[in-house]
């Protein structure tokens, strides 16, 4: 992928996207887009996965469980670990917490936010020595996750009198996205602000760079200087501390057996709506078809039937798909560390009071464990690894885990390029460490759990209200061992080729509602930017404003930049989307081929060549989009509107900086990206 000086600044030549062939069209357009505590182990940890629907505007149920308060003054446990978590890994690092607080000698609670009433955080002071940790993740573009929305508007509110909370914050986030931990610094700033003492500097992880040796270098310093605060002297005890114990089940009746549901049993062969995260539709595949046209990559259209799932969606929303490993990468698995996939075990919390009873749904075959709740195709974590080292029987393999796995220089960098840098997932670790057998059970405890992929849906519901549609590119790659990795997602969809619709293939989906919209009047022009599979969402753009003029309404001005490779082989929907251009449906698209000519040409190289067209647009009000690569493409563009308003709106580049704060606040310039 290209960096920012792979921009052109000079872009001119050989212009004339696609437009240019079409200029008998008419106008062009416009645009406008976390001891008293301490005292003895105890074990703990916490529950759900994350992602709840934060546009539905329903009521957050808070049930019996709701007062942490309580909770931890009969639990004895002083410390309380909050996560604002989407994919998982907020969550993951609230255990990974808990666990070095037991080993320390402390207890502590984990809570989901969205499943408690926060507002108790004013009287954690009636808990002696009580702390407050909060692992908070920071979702798109600068928001808070879906299950910290609501702790996320008490804040803000700011009324709440948090005098005697003692706190620290680790953020999540990812520097390719413009907010970068937002939320972190938010939610550290505001509860200082309302009378909190922190106890420790807050924490910020980058996904983009090495998010696991920020959160290991910070809780480097994190636990002597909260064990200092607190009088606490640390045990030094490193071994590993099982959460849950393994009960090999083998009377249970089948039916009581999981398969793979996401959370209630049979709930994918016995669909009830409303469709959810937990719950999601059984869709069957209608279509699926290739885009490209030679060239090495594969670009899926691939259509979902929602027929009589009551599920609705607005173009711009986004689809989860809930994928299932590879079997060759399950098989090895249990090859390797030699046990039958067949068995069915549950894992159970050893802490009777965890409101989390296991780490995924149980009772299951080990089979159904690997192949549907378990992340086995990404890098290991350190924690896995330090934790598996146990069972090397070469006191070699066992010292080369452990010193990958610390947080020393020499440890961190060994990480970095033998696992990270190397793609090893945990079948690759096994495979290079022959002496490492670690029991499959405590591996499936140790493991996160696999997350459902989301994808931009590239169809309107005015014209598709039965289908979902997306456009995604297989994800394959060698890596530095040789070895072939498999994107999870991709590769499992590639195979589902409809073959009549009783032999539909049928692949679970359920809908995240975005604030990625359309213009609420139909008449305000807008502007969309979307290299190759971030053309996805204007499909589905496009579509609706088609829909519209059918049905005899005004539209505003509709204008596409899109960007690909070579016009012979990934200019996606090019048929579509000349039809496009050829009703008047697209006012203008404008087409950067990146690869048919010596010197790179990309849609800011377009932007920049079409200033005027897109100044005018800007001032008549239209709102600009952008969809897709959140590292360099979305950068670059942003730089390029930056640009374009400072000179033709004949502003200071401060002024323009303000005018694009402006137009960002009023959701006229929106991002859907991703890295
Ligand atoms: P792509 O085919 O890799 O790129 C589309 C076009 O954008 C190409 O012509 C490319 O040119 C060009 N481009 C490269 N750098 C650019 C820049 N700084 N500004 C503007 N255009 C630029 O597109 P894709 O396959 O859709 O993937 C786009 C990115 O999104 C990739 O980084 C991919 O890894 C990522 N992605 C992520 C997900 C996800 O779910 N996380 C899904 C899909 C894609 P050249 O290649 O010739 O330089």
């Given at each position: 992928m290209s960096s920012i000086d792979d921009v052109g600044t000079d872009s001119v030549e050989e212009a004339a996207p696609y437009i240019g062939l079409l200029d008998i069209f008419v106008l062009s357009a416009c645009f406008g887009l976390g001891v008293y505590w301490f005292f003895f182990k105890g074990k703990k940890k916490e529950e759900p996965i994350d992602i709840k629907n934060y546009n539905i505007a329903a009521p957050m149920t808070k049930a019996v469980d709701s007062s942490f308060i309580q909770k931890m003054k009969t639990t004895h446990k002083n410390i309380i670990i909050f996560y604002g978590s989407q994919t998982g890994t907020a969550e993951e690092f609230a255990g990974r917490l808990a666990k070095d607080a037991q080993r320390l000698g402390m207890k502590a609670l984990i809570q989901d936010p969205e499943e408690c009433e926060m507002e108790d955080l004013t009287s954690i002071k009636e808990i002696e020595n009580s702390f407050a940790i909060f692992c908070m993740a920071t979702y798109g573009e600068g928001d808070p996750t879906d299950n910290s929305q609501e702790f996320y508007d008490w804040l803000q509110d700011g009324t709440a009198d948090l005098d005697g909370l003692k706190f620290a914050v680790f953020g999540l986030g990812n520097k390719t996205y413009e907010h970068y931990n937002e939320m972190g610094k938010f939610v550290d700033k505001k509860l200082e602000e309302l009378g909190g003492e922190r106890l420790f500097d807050l924490g910020l992880g980058d996904d983009d760079g090495n998010m696991e040796d920020d959160f290991v270098t910070w809780k480097e310093q994190f636990w002597p200087s909260v064990c200092e605060h607190f009088g606490v002297e640390a045990t030094g005890d490193e071994s590993s501390i099982r959460q849950y114990a393994v009960v090999v089940r083998e009377d249970i009746p089948e039916e009581k057996i999981y398969t793979g549901e996401p959370a209630r049993l049979n709930s994918l062969k016995k669909q009830k709506g409303p469709f959810d995260t937990k719950n999601p539709f059984v869709s069957r595949v209608q279509t699926n078809r290739e885009l490209h046209h030679g060239g090495e990559r594969s670009c899926m259209h691939i259509e979902f039937d929602i027929t009589d799932s009551k599920i609705r969606y607005e173009s711009g929303d986004h689809v989860a798909v809930y994928p299932i490993n590879n079997a060759n990468l399950v098989n090895g698995i249990a090859k390797i560390l030699d046990q039958n996939l067949d068995v069915v075990f549950s894992l159970n919390n050893v802490?009777?009071?965890?409101?989390?009873?296991?780490?995924?749904?149980?009772?299951?075959?080990y089979r159904t464990a690997l192949s549907f709740y378990l992340d086995i195709t990404n890098c290991p974590r350190t924690n896995v690894l330090k934790d598996i080292s146990e069972y090397c029987s070469d006191p070699k393999d066992k010292e080369f885990l452990l010193k990958i796995s610390s947080a020393t220089p020499e440890g961190k960098k060994e990480y970095s390029d033998w696992v990270v840098k190397s793609h090893r997932n945990i079948l690759a670790i096994l495979e290079d460490i022959p002496s490492c057998k670690p029991p499959l059970d405590h591996l499936c405890e140790l493991l996160p759990r696999l997350q459902a992929r989301y994808y931009s849906i590239s169809s309107s519901p005015k014209l598709h209200p039965n289908s979902i549609h997306i456009t995604a590119v297989l994800v394959e790659y060698k890596t530095l061992t040789n070895r072939t990795n498999l994107g999870v997602a991709t590769s499992w969809l590639?195979?589902?080729?409809?073959?009549g619709p009783e032999n539909a293939p049928k692949v679970p989906v359920y809908v995240r509602k975005s604030q990625f919209r359309l213009p609420f009047k139909h008449t305000v022009p807008v502007i969309m930017i979307g290299p190759g599979t971030g053309l996805a969402p204007f499909r589905g753009f496009i579509q609706e404003r088609s829909a519209l003029r059918k049905d005899g309404k005004d539209v505003g001005e509709t204008v596409l930049f899109f960007g690909c490779r070579k016009a012979s082989e990934d200019f996606i929907y090019q048929d579509e989307l000349k039809e496009y251009v050829n009703n008047g449906t697209l006012t203008d698209m404008f087409v950067a081929f990146s690869r048919d000519q010596e010197k790179k040409r990309y849609v800011q190289d377009l932007l920049k060549e079409e200033a005027d067209t897109v100044w005018k647009l800007i001032e008549k009000g239209a709102h600009i989009y952008v969809c897709g690569d959140a590292r360099n493409m979305a950068p670059d563009v942003l730089k390029t509107i930056r640009g374009i308003i400072t000179e033709k709106g004949e502003l200071t580049s401060s002024a323009a900086e303000d005018y694009l704060k402006k137009m960002q606040s009023k959701g006229r310039y929106s991002c859907d990206v991703w890295s």
């Open positions: 802490d009777e009071e965890a409101s989390k009873k296991h780490p995924f749904p149980c009772p299951c075959t590639k195979d589902k080729i409809p073959n």
